[in-house]
């Protein structure tokens, strides 16, 4: 009985010391009920120790009455053997009474220490990736590019990190959340006041506060509500994102806002006040004389969801606000692409409605939206652009292969009005044609331009489709592969080929390496 004290008091004390060891994200969920089964064990040992003290009593009377008759050596080696086993006694005691103390200690911690609450997750997603119109290919990870953004690199390759600290415990306990995206996050495409682009590494960095059971405030930089597709490569069922997440979509904002949803948890909904895209203050545009002009006035975003059964949600979202218009002029006062607008700003306006429809292995995606900016088409009129995606995956289980799934999408976005642009499709930005965009295939006919007389503003702009197709393979639940084909194209010749001469369509081939943690 003593040999199984000392073995559950050891085995005790092991389990304390790597409990105490266990600080990641993954290991902190399951401390509580370790801790639980910690003060099982010592109430056990407690009662093991009772026990013992017991027998002892009990074999301590006949070693009394018979004390008379025996010789005196024995009387002193059970004396002896008493004392031994009070010594124990009171060892063990001390070591309950310590691991007690630990295990006290360690409550607090995961409650109301500095680790309490905290979280750090993410991945790494390196990938190769061959571009037929550039005729170039290699690894692609880190490529700190700012202000750059084509469809073949987006927002992948890179490291993505999302650190959330809760304060407290329960469904009313505030939080901050920041995730660190440093070369190909919404960052690297975040501008100042002044439109400078400042290498920004955050992609989100948010505090939400609890307001009551239901609804929720939130203030920080914000990721888009707007959309079916995730910003995340290891949530995404394909490699690249889709032309509307890309090229259609309001991206990240700076401000505040509500979310909240139904007891039932049915509805939900989330609306915010904040800078027009991807700006970190209020746009400042200087103008002739030392003059300067701001768009002082925030952006509404909205959204609804409505989850009609647990396989199926439907969501409708949208953003109006003025937005500064892309202006590549040489000399202040004039703005827009032919320099002759008033005002920097124009309003924006955006709608799109989608659906998710998940069922087993089965995932199912659509989205429809349109939008507009005053005074942001090329030839100096109102922008307009809609588009479509369509999305479906299936998973399985392969004999040799282990956990796999497959993807298909289209997508469709037409921005031919006015010859064409919008605040997230800019010309000229590559190439030597200042009325295409030449990497990610959108602008108008070259042919046109060089053919007009009045800068190409009676030329109309491009429509632009995708068919993408991927193979997933999961070897593990933290590791994830993606191979995918991509062919883009263009009813004008956009593409900018090596030779520098222009085709309707390009083609990618992918493969990426998610690890996640």
């Not at 800019?426 to 009325?435: D, R």
């Not at 222009?502 to 081939?509: E, G, Q, V």
Request: negative net charge; glycine residues 10%.
């Amino acid at each position: 009985m003593k040999l199984k004290v000392i073995v559950l008091v050891s085995a005790l004390a092991f389990q304390l010391t790597a409990l105490a060891a266990q600080t990641d994200a993954v290991a902190r969920p399951s401390v509580a009920a370790q801790l639980d089964a910690l003060q099982a064990q010592i109430t056990s040992l407690q009662a093991e120790i009772h026990s013992l003290q017991a027998q002892a009593k009990v074999k301590a009377a006949p070693q009394t009455a018979a004390a008379a008759s025996p010789a005196s050596a024995t009387a002193s080696a059970s004396a002896e053997d008493s004392a031994a086993l009070a010594r124990d006694f009171q060892s063990m005691h001390e070591q309950v009474n310590n691991l007690t103390l630990k295990t006290d200690s360690l409550e607090d911690a995961a409650t109301t220490g500095p680790l309490a609450g905290l979280s750090v997750t993410g991945y790494i997603d390196p990938l190769y990736l061959y571009n037929r119109a550039q005729h170039s290919g290699g690894f692609q990870f880190l490529n700190h590019d700012p202000g750059v953004y084509d469809y073949f690199e987006s927002q992948i390759g890179d490291v993505y990190l999302d650190i959330k600290k809760t304060f407290g415990v329960g469904p009313l306990a505030p939080a901050a959340e920041i995730v660190i995206q440093p070369n190909r996050g919404v960052g690297s495409t975040l501008t100042n006041g002044h439109g400078s682009v400042g290498n920004n590494i955050l992609t989100q960095a948010d505090v939400t506060v609890p307001l009551n059971s239901l609804t929720t405030f939130t203030a920080g930089l914000l990721q888009s509500p707007i959309g079916y597709e995730p910003l995340p490569s290891n949530q995404m069922l394909t490699l690249t994102h889709n032309l509307l997440y890309d090229f259609s979509e309001p991206a990240g904002m700076v401000g505040i806002g509500l979310k909240g949803n139904n007891a039932i948890f049915t509805h939900f909904w989330q609306v915010y006040l904040a800078n027009e895209q991807l700006r970190t203050a209020g746009a400042i545009v200087n103008g002739p004389n030392d003059t300067s002009q701001s768009n002082w006035v925030p952006s509404l975003s909205a959204r609804f969801d409505d989850a009609l059964s647990t396989a199926l949600d439907i969501g409708v979202a949208g953003m109006i606000g003025r937005s500064t218009l892309f202006s590549p002029c040489a000399n202040p006062g004039g703005y827009g692409y032919q320099c002759n607008a008033s005002t920097p700003f124009g309003m924006m306006r955006y709608v799109e409605t989608d659906l998710t429809y998940t069922r087993d292995k089965l995932q199912l995606n659509a989205q429809l939206d349109y939008g507009e900016q005053q005074k942001g088409a090329y030839d100096g009129g109102t922008a307009r652009w809609y588009g479509i995606s369509l999305q479906g995956h299936k998973k399985w289980t392969s004999t040799w292969l282990g956990h796999m799934g497959a993807t298909l999408r289209f997508d469709y976005l037409n921005d031919t009005a006015n010859g064409g642009g919008a605040p997230n499709i800019l010309y000229g930005l590559s190439g030597g044609n200042p009325s295409v965009n030449a990497t990610s295939g959108f602008g108008i006919d070259p042919a046109c331009f060089s053919a007009s007389t009045r800068n190409g503003t009676e030329c109309k702009g491009a429509t632009h489709y995708d068919i993408t197709a991927d193979l997933l393979f999961f070897p593990t639940q933290q590791i994830t592969v993606k191979f995918e084909y991509r062919h883009d194209q263009a009813n004008h010749p956009v593409f900018l080929m090596n030779d520098g001469t222009y085709s309707r369509a390009n083609d990618i081939l992918a493969t990426q390496f998610i690890y996640s943690f």
